[in-house]
C-alpha cells in the first residue's frame, strides 16, 4: 500500500496520455474515494458524471478551447459539478465549492495510487457541458477530470510549453510565499 504522501508527491497533471480500460468498478472505486472526503455537516454536495463512451465523450470535446484539445485522448472524462443550495451557507461562507474541491482531491489522489492520471481542468464551456448532459441551470460546472494511462510520448497536439511540463514538474511556491507560522 502507498502512502498518502506518496500519493501527493506522484501526483501530476500529465497530458500525455494512452488508452485505459475503463471499467465499473475502477469507476466506483474513484467515486467512493471522492465521497469519504469531509463535507460541511457531512452535507456532500458533490456530483459527478463519468463520461466513457465515445459518443458522450464526443459532446465534452466539442465543449473544449484550442488549447485542451489534448483532453481527445482521454479514456474517460469526469464532469463535477454541484449548486450551492446543497452544502452549508453560513453567514457569507458557502461551502459548496470547497466541499467539492476536497471529494476532488481525494478522488485525485486515489487515481494516482492506482496508476492514473486525474488531470483536472477549467478550460471548457460550461454552458455547453450542461446542455448536453441535462444538467439544470442552477447547477455549477466545477472542473472536468481527464482520465487516461501516462504515456512517455508527448501528445502531438501540446504546446512547447506544454511539452515542458511533461518532462518537468512545474515550480511550486515556497513555504513563505503561502504560508507562515505565528
Not at 463535507?39 to 463519468?50: D, R
Not at 478522488?107 to 450542461?130: F, N, Q, S, W
Not at 510549453?161 to 515550480?171: D, L, S
Amino acid at each position: 500500500m502507498k502512502s498518502v504522501k506518496e500519493s501527493i508527491e506522484k501526483r501530476r497533471a500529465f497530458r500525455s496520455l494512452d488508452p485505459l480500460k475503463i471499467e465499473t468498478k475502477m469507476i466506483k472505486e474513484l467515486a467512493y474515494s471522492a465521497i469519504l472526503a469531509p463535507s460541511c455537516f457531512n452535507k456532500q454536495p458533490e456530483k459527478f458524471i463519468f463520461v466513457k463512451t465515445k459518443k458522450n465523450l464526443e459532446k465534452v470535446f466539442s465543449a473544449l478551447p484550442e488549447g485542451n484539445k489534448w483532453v481527445t485522448k482521454a479514456s474517460m472524462v469526469a464532469i463535477v459539478h454541484t449548486k450551492k443550495d446543497d452544502d452549508c451557507i453560513i453567514k457569507e461562507r458557502e461551502y459548496y465549492l470547497f466541499d467539492t474541491g476536497m471529494s476532488v482531491g481525494f478522488l485525485i489522489l486515489r487515481a494516482t495510487e492506482m496508476g492514473i492520471v486525474a488531470h483536472p481542468i477549467a478550460g471548457y464551456d460550461p454552458e455547453k457541458i450542461k446542455d448536453y448532459f441535462g444538467l439544470p441551470k442552477e447547477e455549477n460546472v466545477i472542473a472536468l477530470i481527464i482520465f487516461g494511462k501516462h504515456s512517455k510520448k508527448a501528445n502531438s497536439l501540446l504546446s512547447d510549453w506544454q511539452k515542458e511540463q511533461e518532462i518537468k514538474r512545474p515550480k511550486r511556491k515556497t513555504f513563505k510565499e503561502f504560508a507562515k507560522i505565528v
